[in-house]
């Protein structure tokens, strides 16, 4: 039987939970899952990212890959220390620079992952460039999406959970952590639109095949935001276990 609070959130995600069966290149498999989590500054992606590697780990006894970008690899790293510790840049520049990231990610962490049958958790993907730099730079939406489509290929989120917090909230928090970068120090204005471009990519997406989202009030204690986050991934668990179940038996998905 499912939880209320489960069929709640899982109906946000699409009616009836579960959800959002596990989809990669290499078909369909029972315990991939592609999970991403997606926000503004100090939402408290990390500190999530990390709770749910440590759950499915210790409690479904998954192998997890817990990954981020930018600098999710070595020439990542690299990418990130100019990106985004570095000095404001031209912001096609950035742009590309983000996708040249996630070209290597890809290709190095992510469809290795995937295609060894692990969980990935991912710490930003394609979402927050369409959002920063399509939306927030000004650079267009459709050419993000089409280059990220390009780089990414059949590689989709099962699910993408949007931490969603007011930006006085998260970049108070981000200060206080106080390892600041030159996207905690934008503009009040800036974060108002990345907040409101992370909405609107989660509402346009929610209603598409195998784009699931999950809004989650990121404004509450980490671990009332925990609790959410593990029942919406749970959903995808359950979903991705269901369906291999019906692929074994021979049955149509």
């Known amino acids: 039987m499912v939880s209320s609070r489960r069929q709640s959130i899982g109906h946000a995600l699409h009616p009836g939970c579960p959800v959002s ?19 503004g500054e100090g939402a408290g992606k990390t500190t999530q990212c990390r709770a749910l590697a440590a759950y499915l780990q210790e409690q479904h006894g998954l192998q997890v890959v817990f990954t981020s970008e930018p600098g999710g690899t070595e020439l990542g790293a690299e990418i990130r220390r100019i990106v985004v510790d570095g000095g404001d840049i031209p912001a096609k520049a950035e742009a590309l620079l983000f996708l040249a990231d996630r070209a ?7 469809r290795p992952a995937l295609a060894a049958g692990k969980v990935v958790i991912c710490d930003r993907f394609v979402d927050s460039t369409v959002v920063y730099q399509g939306i927030v730079r000004g650079l267009g939406k459709m050419w993000i999406g089409m280059i990220s489509s390009w780089i990414t290929g059949t590689i989709v989120p099962d699910l993408t959970i949007l931490l969603d917090v007011d930006p006085q ?13 030159r996207f905690d120090d934008e503009d009040a204005t800036v974060h108002r639109r990345i907040r409101s471009g992370f909405l609107d990519v989660a509402k346009a ?36 276990q269901h369906l291999a179940r019906l692929v074994a038996a021979g049955q149509p998905e």
Do not use: M, Q
Request: glycine fraction near 6%.
């Open 205 to 240: 997406k929610t209603n598409v095949r195998k784009r699931r989202y999950a809004i989650v009030d990121a404004s509450r204690s980490a671990d009332l935001v925990t609790r959410d986050v593990r029942v919406a991934a749970e959903c995808v668990l359950v979903d991705s």
């Open 21 to 39: 069966p596990a989809r990669t290149v290499f078909g369909w498999h029972s315990n991939i899952v592609f999970i991403v989590f997606e926000g």
């Open 104 to 110: 290597v990610h890809v290709e190095e962490v992510i």
């Open 169 to 181: 909230i998260g970049v108070a928090r981000a200060r206080w952590r106080g390892d600041t970068n």
